[in-house]
């Protein structure tokens, strides 16, 4: 039998140089993915959750001035592979990206049925005929009618394009497909829409998926586990049925407490504060300053304390020996 | 069990009521043929009592922003009036439309976008009291300070001379809310304020309107998609589809007795942080929202509504229903 996990990241750090100094936008990020699961990855703006994608898809731009860490994906550790051997058999095959408002970056000039079967054919060699009836089975299943083939991106409204997009990356069938916010810019009802599709995917396919969003409620739609991240590193990593129910991390809970949502008359509770700067993290716990449960041993970094089985949260209460109290 | 002439307040006089309110755009080919409109605002009915605070629900192109412009005075109405403190905004002209601006303020969804980057907050807060004929330079300081204090950028000296890109996301958003309050209108109109924030500044962002809005007694007319972070800043809710209002209740009665099968569809389709609701499929109505251009006949939702009736709905225009107390609903199930 194969291995269970599918994708296991070890210390995955990402520096970018700016004229304020080195911008630690992923700082010492591990966690593991199952095959067929789906993490969530969950943080405010400016956290670092798009820079983990761009780290994982080796995307990354021209001011990157420090990379480390492992990424291993179906038992091949990717970080070694050289770029042009990356492109070739990980990038898009394994390994797709549906990237933020990608549905504006259709081309337009091309017909969307034709965009949407271009991997196999690049990456496959695939003739035109072939690729297309490929194309047309994803379409389906993530419900465009394939009445839309031979249509231009313009000819299609926002919802329809994410939806073109996301085909694209699947036809391919890769294993992994990360997604960074597919829906943030979506109408209500589109967005419920594409997240039902993604779950009919996931069904079918058996596509592991990581979705990166800053929204709590977006998470619990497709999240077997979710990861908390903040100020660059992963706060909280647990199975969603355990996170939304009882977080370990002051800062899961927090910012569960703050979700205004609709079924609930209780008052949702701002977190005070600000996130701190990626370029000047703080030293010590980088959640200190806004916790209400911070103590002397905030000062130092706390290590991912383990809770459970798959369950590990970066947060000074959980020591063996912290104050009563305040712990999960 | 009638249509009645206004969605709300009818008890007192209103600070501002729409009547039969129509905004189109007219599309023109070679600038000349008229080939049609977008009816962006498509009969709206209201009033808003004053110290009232109300949220438009819809998506995007039901025309809840180009409501809140015509509000504004930016877009004059193509049929139907407003009205503000009993005079329609039509007939105001020169200084009285300009003394309506400064009874009215206006809070942008973008807030980097709606402030000037070159200028600093002092600067961007003295400029509507300039417009507005405050010459008194040590007047000005005091009440640019008071504004900031108001909107908790405290102490006001520590931002006074920051740019807009110095500011985070929430500060930003306060420095505009403040340039709204700063000639103390009596109107408040707040387009999506935080639909660009983080979650955890959302919510006080969200607080100190409600806070602002009641200590002053303002009407706040609050514009929004998102259905679950209406309950505790608004009063009632207008919902609209394609151009029109088709459910209106208090707060609480439409949030958990939702009329309407747009509104019910909509409700259904908002999530609430849940790990169950990752192994089930949500209720989605087929189809799309509605060109304005060539919207349905008759209900705009027929195509769309799980409850269609044939021969009525794609026929007839739903009057306003009242099937709860203090609720209106425009749906021919109600009849």
Request: net charge neutral; hydrophobic share 45%; with cysteine.
């Amino acid at each position: 039998m194969r291995d269970r996990t599918l994708l296991r990241v070890e210390g995955l750090e990402l520096h970018y140089q700016t004229r304020q100094g080195a911008v630690h936008a992923v700082d010492g990020v591990s966690f593991d993915l199952h095959r067929q699961e789906a993490l969530v990855v969950l943080g405010e703006s400016g956290c670092g959750k798009s820079s983990l994608a761009k780290a994982l898809m080796r995307l990354l731009p021209r001011n990157v001035h420090h990379t480390a860490g492992r990424v291993t994906l179906d038992g091949v550790d990717v970080t070694a592979l050289p770029d042009e051997r990356f492109r070739r058999e990980v990038q898009w095959s394994r390994l797709a990206l549906v990237m933020q408002a990608s549905m504006n970056a259709l081309n337009p000039v091309v017909r969307v049925g034709e965009q949407v079967a271009e991997p196999l054919r690049v990456l496959r060699g695939w003739p035109r005929g072939k690729a297309l009836a490929r194309a047309a089975e994803v379409f389906e299943l993530v419900g465009v009618s394939t009445d839309f083939l031979a249509r231009y991106p313009f000819e299609l409204s926002g919802g329809m394009r994410q939806r073109a997009v996301l085909a694209m990356a699947l036809v391919a069938e890769p294993a992994l497909v990360i997604l960074d916010e597919p829906t943030s810019a979506l109408d209500v009802l589109t967005q419920a829409s594409i997240m039902n599709a993604l779950k009919r995917v996931k069904r079918e396919l058996g596509t592991s998926f990581i979705l990166i969003t800053h929204d709590v409620a977006t998470s619990s739609e497709l999240g077997d586990r979710v990861a908390l991240m903040y100020a660059g590193q992963l706060v909280e990593v647990a199975d969603a049925e355990r996170f939304f129910t009882e977080p370990a991390h002051p800062y899961s809970r927090m910012l569960m407490a703050s979700v205004p949502r609709l079924r609930q008359r209780a008052r949702p509770e701002a977190i005070p504060g600000e996130p701190p700067s990626l370029a000047a993290p703080p030293g010590g716990c980088r959640y200190a300053e806004r916790c209400p449960y911070r103590f002397a041993r905030c000062a130092q970094d706390p290590p991912a304390f383990r809770l459970g089985e798959r369950h590990r949260a970066r947060c000074w209460l959980h020591a063996d020996d912290a104050p009563a109290g305040g712990g999960a | 069990m009638t249509s009645s002439p206004a969605h709300g307040a009818d008890d007192q006089a209103p600070l501002i009521a729409a009547r039969d309110l129509h905004t189109w755009f007219e599309l023109r080919q070679w600038g000349f043929l008229r080939v049609g409109a977008v009816r962006a605002v498509d009969g709206v009915e209201f009033a808003l009592a004053p110290g009232e605070a109300v949220a438009f629900v819809g998506e995007s192109g039901c025309g809840k922003s180009t409501l809140a412009r015509t509000l504004l005075g930016l877009h004059r109405p193509t049929r139907g009036e407003v009205r503000f403190a009993g005079r329609s905004l039509g007939e105001l002209q020169g200084r009285a439309l300009k003394a309506y601006r400064a009874e009215v303020g206006y809070v942008q969804q973008d807030p980097y976008g709606a402030l000037p980057p070159f200028l600093d907050v002092r600067r961007i807060l003295a400029e509507p009291l300039i417009v507005h004929g405050v010459r008194d330079r040590a007047e000005r300081e005091r009440r640019i300070r008071a504004a900031l204090e108001e909107v908790r950028l405290s102490p006001a000296e520590a931002f006074l001379n920051q740019f807009p890109h110095m500011l985070s996301g929430g500060q930003q958003q306060r420095v505009v809310i403040a340039r709204a309050l700063i000639l103390a209108p009596r109107l408040l109109i707040a387009d999506e304020p935080v639909s660009m924030l983080d979650a955890s500044v959302r919510v006080e962002i969200l607080e100190l309107l409600r806070h602002i809005q009641r200590e002053r007694g303002l009407t706040l007319a609050f514009i929004t998609h998102d259905l679950s972070t209406v309950r505790h800043y608004a009063e009632r809710i207008f919902v609209m589809y394609a151009g029109r209002v088709v459910e209106s209740a208090p707060v609480d009665d439409l949030l958990d007795h939702p009329q309407h099968p747009y509104t019910q569809a909509l409700l259904a389709a908002i999530a609430d942080p849940d790990a169950a609701n990752a192994t089930r499929l949500r209720e989605v109505p087929a189809g799309e929202p509605p060109s304005l251009l060539h919207p349905p006949a008759a209900c705009r939702f027929h195509p769309r509504c799980p409850h269609f009736m044939a021969g009525l709905c794609d026929v007839e225009d739903p009057p306003d229903f009242s099937p709860r107390r203090d609720h209106r609903s425009a749906c021919w199930l109600h009849r």
